[in-house]
């Protein structure tokens, strides 16, 4: 793969992979629950938490090259799950269009998200507010292999097209993937010690179901790609 064109394609999967409310919502209560204390006792937190989230969702990845290179899967089903994964995110970016122009969608975490009722299921808040150095960080591990994965397509596409590529340039690729699907939490975290202003979370999260259907062609792009390339 040249990198050149490839890390551009790289960074712009991480970053739609990275817009999720649910979990925005779930990094935002823990920074509230912290942020009358003292600056230090925050940044330890926000620290821990993408520490251990970065540390699971490169794991998460790691997992799936494994059973990628191991399993081989013929570039025409790598086509057909690419296009319906395409397909599937454009449909649903649309219809989150439509929804927000007759002002019945919102942009907060909904019942009838996968990964929002999950989150209530395994009990991930309520993990949260138990507070401790220790329970932050079982809760981002955890986030990063249930939570996480309901909205990891553009990962699980990119596993795939990696899966081949020597181990030490795959790390190298996968260390980039991560840093860049964290950095939504960064700029959140940056917000709430006074650093920024802008909230840039809120605007990925108001223009995600464009996020969407950007993910959507690019999946498809990369299904027509794969099957007239390898």
Request: glycine residues 6%.
């Amino acid at each position: 793969m040249d990198p050149a064109s490839f890390i551009p394609m790289l960074a712009t999967m991480a970053l739609i992979d990275s817009v999720d409310p649910c979990f925005f919502i779930l990094y935002t209560g823990i920074l509230i629950s912290y942020v009358a204390g003292s600056m230090r006792k925050l940044v330890e937190i926000s620290a821990v938490f993408i520490l251990t989230v970065f540390t699971g969702y490169w794991v998460f990845g790691f997992l799936l090259r494994n059973v990628f290179s191991r399993v081989s899967v013929s570039p025409i089903y790598i086509f057909i799950i690419m296009m319906t994964y395409g397909v599937s995110m454009i449909i649903y970016g649309f219809h989150d269009l439509i929804k927000k122009r007759n002002n019945k969608g919102d942009e907060i975490c909904r019942e009838d998200m996968v990964e929002c009722n999950l989150s209530r299921r395994i009990g991930l808040q309520k993990l949260m507010e138990t507070g401790g150095l220790i329970y932050i960080a079982l809760t981002g591990f955890i986030a990063s292999f249930t939570l996480l994965p309901c909205s990891a397509g553009m990962y699980i596409i990119y596993n795939m097209l990696t899966s081949d590529i020597p181990f030490p340039i795959w790390a190298f690729y996968t260390f980039l993937y991560t840093a860049i699907f964290v950095s939504p939490l960064v700029l959140i975290t940056l917000i709430y010690i006074g650093i920024m202003k802008a909230r840039i979370h809120g605007k990925l999260i108001k223009h995600q179901a464009s996020l969407r259907i950007l993910g959507g062609l690019i999946a498809v792009a990369i299904a027509v790609y794969v099957y007239l390339y390898r």
